[in-house]
């Protein structure tokens, strides 16, 4: 949870992977190929997004994750899918967020990239719980790059 001592809803989360599973499954079955689809999100949304990873069935091309943190931890290195191994990640975090601590999103990119992700993580020392014009230009660089023609 967000907080010392404030349990992490498990069964949230793996409901939320599911409803982002099914989204892909929809978009497949009319003709998107899932290696053209970037799952993100700001906040909780980008920790959906983290968690994600390591359970979609199918292979996208990318992650964004803004000013979030990755939930359950303890349970997440048992549950990596190979399928998005090396998916790129782009996360961003201010550094005067009041919402979710900036060392919880560093230490989050940290935790991935020692488990072999590809992660990007931007700082942005000003920024509280919120996004900005530079931030976005960041994630459009990304979606650039991670996204086909």
């Known amino acids: 949870g967000l907080g010392e001592g404030i349990p992490e809803d498990k ?6 992977v599911g409803i982002v599973n099914k989204i892909i499954q929809e978009e497949k079955a009319a003709g998107i ?20 990873l390591a359970r979609l069935e ?17 349970s997440y290195p048992e549950e990596l899918s190979e399928s998005n ?20 999103g560093k230490q989050s990119a940290e935790l991935l990239s020692d488990m072999g992700r590809k992660v990007e993580f931007k700082d942005f020392p000003y920024m509280q719980h919120s996004a900005d014009m530079e931030e976005m230009k960041l994630v459009q660089g990304f979606l650039r790059k991670v996204l086909p023609e």
């Open 11 to 16: 069964e949230g989360f793996i409901e939320c």
């Open 33 to 52: 190929d899932p290696s053209s689809i970037v799952v993100g999100g700001f906040s909780q949304g980008g920790a959906v997004a983290l968690t994600s």
């Open 58 to 74: 199918e292979k996208i091309a990318g992650i964004v994750a803004l000013s979030t943190w990755l939930p359950l931890r303890e």
């Open 85 to 104: 191994k090396e998916t790129p990640i782009l996360m961003c975090h201010g550094g005067a967020d009041q919402v979710v601590p900036f060392s919880w």
